[in-house]
C-alpha cells in the first residue's frame, strides 16, 4: 500500500465497483458472496436516489484500499437534528493496521458534523472484537443494544413482530 499521505476518500464510481465488490469477498465481510458489478452499479443508481447516502471509497496508489457507506438521516426527534449511520466498512488485508480505517472514520465524522449530525452510529458483529478495540480507540462508545432479525427467514419473525412491522408500515393490522 502507498503512504497514508497518498490516501484519498472520495464517493464511489461504477469503475470502482470491481474493487469495492472484492473487499466484500473478504471471509469477515460478505465470504464470496457478493452481486456482481451490474448489479452493484443499479445499487449505486438506488443511493443517488436517497437525498444524503453515498458509497465512499479510499484510494492510495491507484489501488481502492477501504470502502464505507455513510446515510445521514433527517429527524423529527432531536428538533430536527439529522443522524448519521456508517455501514460496510471494509479495509484491504494489506492495508489493515496502516491508518485507513481511521482516516474513512475521521473523514465520516468531520463530514457528519459538517451536516449538523448530533449523532454517528456504527454497528459492529459481537464476535469481531478487534473493531470494537479499533472504534473505541477512535472514540466511539458502546451505546445501548443493536436488535436484529433476519427477513428472508419468514421462521424467524414472531406474529407479533410482523404485526408490529406491518404496522409501522403503514398497514392496518387485524
Known sequence: MADRSDLVIRPA????????LALYAQPDFDDGDVMTPAEAAGF????????????FVAEAGGAIVGSFA???????????????????VVVAPDAQGRGVGAAMMRFALR???????????L?????RERAHAFYEGLGFA??????R???GNDDA?????ASVATAAAGERVR
Open 142 to 147: 458502546r451505546h445501548g443494544y443493536s436488535f
Open 157 to 161: 419473525v414472531s406474529e407479533t413482530a
Open 149 to 151: 432479525v433476519d427477513l
Open 44 to 55: 449505486l443508481d438506488r443511493f443517488a436516489a436517497y437525498p444524503d447516502y453515498t458509497l
Open 111 to 121: 463530514a457528519s458534523r459538517h451536516k449538523g449530525c448530533y449523532k454517528m452510529m
Open 70 to 88: 455513510l446515510l445521514v438521516m433527517d429527524n423529527i426527534g432531536h428538533r430536527g437534528a439529522p443522524s448519521a449511520i456508517v455501514e460496510d
Open 123 to 127: 454497528s459492529s458483529n459481537t464476535k
Open 13 to 20: 464510481a461504477v469503475a470502482d465497483l470491481p474493487a469495492v
